[in-house]
């Protein structure tokens, strides 16, 4: 037996260690947040909306993955949004940074350890579908798991049932109920008109899509593109927690051999700052109801 599991390739951290991070965060904070929230690049604000804040910076909190990468926050924030109590990720673990796949999920396992329910996690994403514009905002209905085909799925390995089964469902990993209910928050507060729903697909990144990709990501039925969001999903659905996705489409992708436009972060960020107080008014809107 022992001969054998030595053969497995094992995820960094066992149940205890999770546990020891939710037991320090709880044994610090008041706040039992029922809702966690992970915020995307440049999306991070939402964070400061929080009041009744109590803030963790990643490398105080035991066992918490630490954020190597420059003018990234890396921080905890519990707060109120709303009247309603939620953690918020102000910077996230991205696969492309060097992170393995076991530590970009690994906050998500602390946050159903604290008693969360729901995760709503935000992005900023390329859009893939012709009929959106830069700037609209995509509620995602589902996904597709680029680097989970080549073997990077945070559940590979030994499988914990105090998180979940063996093989679960993906089917549903976007609760339909909270699309609706985004959908419904959207008309109020006036964001309709740029809300989209639609597929994303992760790529592992930190390249931009050439044109051939971009064609070969359409034809599968992506609507938008981007290098985050998937493995965190996948580890929520798995412990049985609730998810709500939201894309910003920060550009549109290069699908013409004759086009000068080129993909660049500048511009990703430039929008992610244009359209960053809707998606938090949404976001925040969105919670009062949950
Ligand atoms: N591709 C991948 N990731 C992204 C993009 C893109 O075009 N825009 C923002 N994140």
């Given at each position: 037996m022992e001969a054998a599991s030595s053969c497995l390739s094992q995820s960094s951290y066992s149940y205890e260690d999770y546990k020891e991070t939710a037991d320090w965060l709880l044994a610090n904070t008041k706040q039992r947040?029922?809702?966690?929230i992970i915020c995307g690049s440049g999306l991070g604000g939402l964070a400061e909306l929080l009041g009744d804040r109590n803030v963790f910076q990643y490398k105080?909190?035991?066992r918490f993955p630490i954020s190597t990468v420059q003018g990234h926050a890396g921080?905890?924030?519990f707060?109120?949004?709303q009247g309603r109590e939620c953690v918020c990720m102000q910077g996230r673990f991205h696969f492309y940074e060097g992170y393995n796949i076991h530590t970009v999920t690994y906050p998500v396992r602390v946050f159903f350890l604290l008693g969360v329910e729901t995760l709503i996690v935000t992005n900023a994403a390329g859009g893939l579908n012709g009929s959106y514009n830069v700037g609209d905002i995509m509620l995602i209905k589902d996904h597709i798991n680029m680097p989970g085909f080549s073997g990077q799925n945070p559940l590979c390995g030994h499988n914990d049932d105090r998180f979940g089964v063996r093989f679960p469902c993906m089917s549903d990993a976007y609760d339909g109920e909270l699309r609706a209910l985004a959908k419904q928050t959207a008309k109020e507060q006036s964001c309709d008109s740029f809300l989209q729903e639609g597929v994303y697909c992760m790529l592992a990144g930190p390249?931009?899509?050439?044109?051939?990709e971009c064609k070969v990501l359409q034809t599968l039925g992506a609507d938008a593109v981007g290098m985050s969001t998937v493995p965190e999903v996948v580890v929520a659905r798995h412990c049985g927690l609730r998810v709500l996705g939201l894309s910003l489409i920060t550009n549109k992708v290069v699908t013409d051999y004759d086009s000068t436009e080129k993909a660049n972060h500048e511009e990703v960020l430039r929008t992610t700052r244009h359209r960053t107080e809707d998606l938090q008014n949404l976001v925040s809107h969105l919670i009062s109801k949950i």
């Open positions: 947040p029922k809702v966690a105080d909190i035991p921080q905890l924030v707060g109120k949004l390249t931009y899509e050439t044109i051939a």
